[in-house]
């Protein structure tokens, strides 16, 4: 099992920025592709970005590329999410998630956090 917990959610005015942090617990935190997901009100959840466990590789949501950007330090097993730019259509719980495999993530994971809240006011 892998346990993750997000953190660093909020409210932020319209352009404004936040960082995303997951902290991951259970096995090797540095075996594992990481990625971001959310899910608006009344909405189903939605890819957001991906990250490798080498590093090398990275992914993004069209609606997000140029704006966020996913990061990792596998010392201090932790993901982050920096959000530059924000919109209210970013309005969302976002997720933090793990899988063995990178290049599926778009589709899914095995290992899900609690989510956090972030709330872009217009």
């Known amino acids: 099992q892998v346990q993750l917990v997000e953190s660093g959610g909020g409210l932020v005015q319209a352009g404004g920025s936040l960082r995303l942090s997951c902290a991951a617990s259970?096995?090797?935190?540095?075996?594992?592709?990481m990625g971001w997901f959310r899910q608006a009100p009344g909405k189903e959840r939605e890819f957001v970005a991906a990250?490798?466990?080498?590093?090398?590789?990275?992914s993004y949501a069209d609606s997000v590329k140029g704006r966020f950007t996913i990061s990792r330090d596998n010392a201090k097993n932790t993901v982050y999410l920096q959000m530059n730019s924000l919109k209210p259509e970013d309005t969302a719980v976002y997720y933090c998630a793990a899988d063995r495999i990178f290049v599926t993530m778009r589709t899914g994971a095995r290992f899900w956090g609690q989510g956090t809240q972030v709330t872009v006011s217009a």
């Open positions: 990250i490798s466990w080498s590093v090398e590789s990275t």
């Open positions: 259970g096995r090797t935190f540095s075996n594992y592709a």
